[in-house]
């Protein structure tokens, strides 16, 4: 079956650490996969995707890397900030109809 | 172009009361999602509609029913609510582009049982 398995939170970083928020999945086939963010009160918004391996997504400093071998999408950015502090989601489709989330990570960005 | 509108934004219900929850999107999608978030469970698919007129059950979807009323609008219906059902409902719809489906979100309902 299908599955994304998140790193458990919440994740505490000062201002312009590393990030790095790992997610593994399993899947049938060669799935396309997703980051959402998630901010308070709100739903989520795509951050970035990858459809193929060996791919890499990337959108406002965020990147991941999809690695077939490792069956990972690993969530990666140099220097964090406070308006990141959000809930991350990493997702995968087959079939373009059902998508499967992760547990969602939290990230609390101090000054 | 509004995007995904959800109504309400908050509900609070007694057991066994009834309710639909509303979800409109202008965008032109076939496909449209319930999702339900709950902590430390991520979101779980309650049924989807890949198409006008059709409907189909996803991971979670006792105690709910769905209507697609026409392109724009899918509806969650639940018919007696329970505690259980506290939580914060998401819809959702999606544009395909060649092998790339993205999933546009509805703002939220979230809803109590008590």
């Known amino acids: 079956g299908n599955s994304v398995t998140q790193m458990e939170g919440p994740v505490t970083l000062s201002e312009e650490a590393f990030l790095t928020i790992n997610c593994t999945y399993t899947a049938t086939g060669y799935p396309s996969l997703f980051w959402y963010v998630q901010y308070p009160g709100e739903g989520l918004q795509l951050l970035l995707k990858a459809t193929k391996a060996d791919d890499k997504g990337s959108n406002k400093g965020f990147e991941a890397t999809y690695r077939k071998e490792t069956t990972s999408f690993h969530l990666e950015k140099g220097s964090v900030q406070v308006s990141d502090s959000a809930v991350y989601f990493c997702?995968?489709?087959?079939?373009?109809?059902?998508?499967?989330f992760g547990t969602g990570t939290s990230l609390t960005v101090i000054p | 172009n509004a995007g995904v509108t959800q109504t309400p934004k908050f509900q609070v219900l007694k057991t066994g009361q009834s309710m639909t929850l509303q979800c409109a999107q202008d965008m032109n999608h076939n496909s449209m999602y319930w999702y339900r978030q709950d902590p430390g469970m991520g979101l779980r698919l309650i049924y989807y509609s890949a198409s006008e007129g059709t409907t189909d059950k996803g991971e979670v979807p006792n105690g709910y029913n769905v209507s697609r009323l026409n392109k724009r609008e899918f509806s969650l219906r639940l018919e007696s609510a329970a505690p259980s059902q506290t939580s914060v409902y998401f819809c959702?719809?999606?544009?395909?582009?060649?092998?790339?489906?993205?999933?546009?979100f509805g703002p939220g309902t979230r809803l109590t049982v008590l």
């Open positions: 997702a995968l489709t087959n079939t373009g109809n059902q998508f499967y």
């Open positions: 959702a719809s999606i544009v395909t582009s060649g092998k790339y489906n993205e999933q546009f």
